[in-house]
């Protein structure tokens, strides 16, 4: 025969507070699981606020290269891995926002090698080490007090706790066969790629200097510019494969130039992201 416990006795508070103990330890196993997996605390994210995400607001004097905020391009103009939520406010982000914003940017961070983080090195000067950005470079050295900021929020992450991965190799015998030819067969009634992209920090489709074919030095060039413009192992992402493709097929939605693709389905496309994901490689195009 089971026994009641009187409400108010002893017996009940005693129970009562067995159970509750377990509820907390319960719930802190839970909290600690979960900061060991990665999610940041209230804590972290208004460090983020206060010390990363007022600089993408910052307003540069125009919308120009070089001057524009990164507002301008990385909300709902971008579909690369850099794409912020569109503030709620001229003032900003709500917490909400913020924290998705969090997520995003942490994956540009390399907190076991804070200075090598492309979240630094794009909008850093090429003369500086930067890795070249078409929205222009807003630090001339790496002593520019913003960069020394976030340099500095990265550093104040756990070492361990948002490590970049290695990218995906991209094949140069393949890119020399087979994609390079792309820029220089426009579509009908579209111009050649070299048109626009002969030269600079988007130059990923010089003309051959003997007028037909390019040497050597010419290709690893342009291997080395269109790797700036793509994400290796993720072609949706890839501004390469992004920019020539109509934003109803998943394109971004600037771009100067015409619309190569109408959707991912293109033949061209395929190959491509075929190629950007490593799957492509030597000099078989077919």
């Known amino acids: 025969m089971s026994r009641s416990i009187a409400p108010g006795s002893a017996a009940t508070t005693a129970a009562l507070v067995a159970a509750a103990a377990l509820c907390v330890v319960s719930l802190a196993t839970r909290t600690s699981a979960s900061e060991q997996a990665g999610f940041p605390t209230a804590a972290d994210i208004e460090s983020y606020r206060t010390k990363v995400e007022r600089v993408f607001m910052t307003d540069r004097g125009g919308t120009t290269p070089n001057y524009a905020a990164c507002v301008m391009c990385h909300t709902w103009q971008t579909k690369v891995r850099f ?3 569109t503030p ?3 003032a900003g982000w709500t917490t909400e926002q913020s924290r998705k914003n969090f997520d995003v940017v942490t994956k540009l ?8 983080s492309r979240l630094l090195l794009k909008p850093l000067d090429p003369s500086a080490g930067g890795m070249g950005h078409t929205g222009g470079s807003f630090w001339k050295s790496r002593t520019d007090p913003e960069y020394l900021a976030i340099l500095s929020w ?22 020399r066969a087979c994609v390079q030819p792309v820029f220089a067969n ?3 009634g579209h111009i050649k790629c070299s048109n626009c992209h002969a030269g600079g920090l988007i ?7 003997n007028g037909s074919a390019w040497s050597d030095a010419e290709a690893k060039r342009a291997f080395s510019t269109i790797s700036r413009l793509i994400l290796p192992g993720n072609p949706e992402q890839s501004r390469f494969l992004l920019k020539p493709l109509h934003p109803d097929g998943g394109g971004s939605y600037t771009h100067n130039g015409p619309r190569r693709w109408q959707s991912r389905s293109d033949p ?5 992201s075929q190629w950007v994901r490593g ?8």
């Not at 961070?109 to 090598?116: L, S, Y």
């Open 83 to 85: 794409s912020l939520e």
């Open 88 to 90: 709620a406010t001229d």
């Open 109 to 116: 961070v390399n907190t076991a090698a804070p200075a090598t």
């Open 154 to 175: 990265i550093q104040s992450l756990p070492a361990d706790r948002y490590v970049a991965t290695a990218d995906a190799p991209v094949d140069f015998e393949f890119f």
């Open 186 to 188: 426009p579509r009908d």
């Open 203 to 209: 130059g990923f489709a010089p003309v051959p200097q």
């Open 268 to 272: 061209e496309w395929q190959m491509l």
């Open 279 to 286: 799957e492509r490689k030597g000099t078989t195009c077919g």
